[in-house]
């Protein structure tokens, strides 16, 4: 896993190579372009910004990179932002991997990867985001949901073949099960929901609840809909005790809330984890 900040680069406009579908509900979307050249090796699991053509568009209208940062161009023909998740990136094959959750046309992403065809034109910012895992703590708990999937299997793939501990991922349904890459002594462990509603689930909660914990410093990665996120975050500080610093945890999406009118609250709540780590809780 690569903790160095990236060279500053301008996002790359990329074009859809192909699609694949993992689940009923997961769609792999293949990206390559001579844009592509130079993306950092070893980013799988890292942030990325999509950027989506508006209305109208055939292509997105990319910002420009100057000294101050991004020039964005008008508003009115500003690309739609989302941040989704390196899965995989091959520089050989000059690829890279992004897994969309389908989720109904509600969402200009879910949308768009719904109906990406070849040659579909997308922006791509980044990689970047804080570390997903600390490989020296002595075991790990990794969780998530179907859109911190690249996140969860990133970490998986990460770990030495002798780390321990749990990795517990919730779906909608019994059909979202996938392989993931587990090492040999990591738990991994599926909740169902059986189609009730995320935001609403309580599953994972009950399950790190009921986990039995093992000795020594824990490294947790946990990212999904925010309610759950929030109330494990609070757990894990509160009453395991778990350093701020071994916690990778950042609530992905929110149940009946879009992107934007989300994003203010997201920023809220992972600064306010900040602060906790730095009072001591
Ligand atoms: C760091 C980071 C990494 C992420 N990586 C990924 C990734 O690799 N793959 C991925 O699929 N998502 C990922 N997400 C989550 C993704 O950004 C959000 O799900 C986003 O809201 C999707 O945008 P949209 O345009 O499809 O829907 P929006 O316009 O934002 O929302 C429309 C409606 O869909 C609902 N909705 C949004 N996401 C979901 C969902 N996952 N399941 C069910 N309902 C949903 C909303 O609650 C809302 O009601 C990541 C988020 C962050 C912060």
């Given at each position: 896993m690569s903790t160095a900040t990236p060279a500053r680069t301008p996002p790359r406009l990329l074009r859809v190579r192909r699609t694949e579908r993992l689940t009923p509900e997961m769609l792999r979307v293949t990206l390559a372009g001579p844009a592509l050249a130079g993306f950092p090796l070893d980013s799988a699991g890292a942030h990325i910004k999509l950027m989506f053509a508006r209305e109208g568009q055939v292509d997105p209208v990319l910002p420009t990179l100057g000294p101050d940062g991004p020039i964005w161009p008008p508003a009115h023909l500003k690309p739609i932002l989302r941040t989704y998740t390196v899965a995989r990136y091959d520089e050989a094959a000059g690829e890279l991997d992004v897994d969309f959750v389908l989720h109904g046309d509600d969402g200009i992403a879910s949308r768009w990867a719904a109906r990406a065809r070849p040659g579909d034109a997308i922006g791509v910012a980044g990689p970047g985001g804080p570390p997903r895992f600390q490989p020296g703590a002595d075991w790990h708990l990794v969780i998530g949901d179907p859109s911190a999937l690249?996140?969860?299997a990133s970490v998986l793939e990460g770990l030495p073949a002798e780390a321990r501990g749990y990795a517990l991922v919730e779906v909608p349904n019994r059909h979202e099960i996938r392989p993931?890459?587990?090492?040999?002594?990591?738990?991994?462990?599926?909740l169902s929901r059986d189609g009730a509603t995320a935001g609403d689930s309580r599953l994972l909660l009950q399950a790190v609840q009921r986990l039995p914990w093992l000795p020594g410093r824990v490294s947790v990665s946990l990212a999904g809909e925010s309610a759950q996120v929030v109330a494990i975050r609070d757990h894990l500080l509160r009453?395991?005790?778990?350093?701020?610093?071994?916690?990778?945890?950042?609530?992905?999406?929110?149940?009946?809330?879009?992107?934007?009118?989300?994003?203010?609250?997201?920023?809220?709540?992972?600064?306010?984890?900040a602060e906790a780590a730095t009072a001591g809780e």
């Open positions: 690249a996140m969860v993931l890459p587990v090492p040999g002594t990591v738990e991994l462990r599926w009453e395991r005790g778990v350093a701020r610093a071994d916690l990778y945890a950042v609530p992905y999406w929110k149940d009946r809330h879009t992107e934007e009118a989300y994003h203010e609250e997201r920023h809220r709540l992972m600064d306010e984890v």
